[in-house]
């Protein structure tokens, strides 16, 4: 199975293409534990882990674009073991995106990397002109990636909500 893009370290693919092999299904949702999914939505905090993981994701690509990264040195291996995930909602030219990394992976630049290649990958092949990410501003390492990715503060954050940032193409 081909890749949509690669990084220095990684290797990023439709979370649809993957959902062909059940194991994979759980590889991917053994990723959001409790400390992963902290800052997601309700619905995203509490995935199976068994069999039923290929139904879940598949109700998750009804509402919106998953991309997987995965290591470049295991992504070709029968059990791949996700580095962290994107999740895309588009409307028109714009997108509104979501991003976590394993805990295992904290700290070691991965978010930066998966959101720079996610930026170049819609540039070269979507028609969207703005992405706009939520970000709870306690989740320094997000802040920061995106930061780093040259998104720019759009809405501050008020009583427990999110910031917003945004990127134009």
């Known amino acids: 199975m081909p890749s949509l893009f690669t990084t220095q370290r990684l290797c990023v693919y439709h979370c649809q293409s993957l959902l062909s092999?059940?194991?994979?299904?759980q590889q991917i949702t053994r990723i959001l534990t409790p400390a992963v999914t902290a800052f997601l939505p309700k619905e995203w905090q509490s995935p199976p882990l068994d069999e039923h993981a290929v139904q879940w994701l598949s109700d998750k690509l009804k509402e919106a674009d998953i991309f997987i990264a995965m290591g470049k040195e295991t992504a070709l291996k029968d059990r791949p073991l996700p580095i962290g995930l994107a999740i895309m909602h588009r409307s028109?030219?714009?997108?509104?995106?979501g991003y976590l990394i394993a805990k295992q992976a904290w700290g070691?630049?991965?978010?930066?990397?998966?959101?720079?290649?996610?930026?170049?990958?819609?540039?070269?092949?979507?028609?969207i002109k703005t992405v706009y990410?939520?970000?709870?501003?306690?989740?320094?390492?997000?802040?920061?990636?995106l930061e780093k990715c040259q998104f720019?503060?759009?809405?501050?954050?008020?009583?427990?909500?999110?910031?917003?940032?945004?990127y134009h193409f």
Do not use: W
């Open 152 to 166: 720019h503060l759009d809405t501050t954050a008020k009583d427990g909500q999110n910031a917003f940032y945004v």
């Open 133 to 145: 990410a939520g970000v709870d501003p306690h989740n320094k390492g997000s802040v920061r990636a």
């Open 108 to 127: 070691q630049g991965f978010g930066s990397e998966l959101l720079s290649g996610l930026m170049t990958y819609l540039s070269d092949t979507c028609a």
């Open 21 to 25: 092999k059940p194991n994979h299904a």
């Open 92 to 97: 028109g030219d714009t997108a509104h995106i």
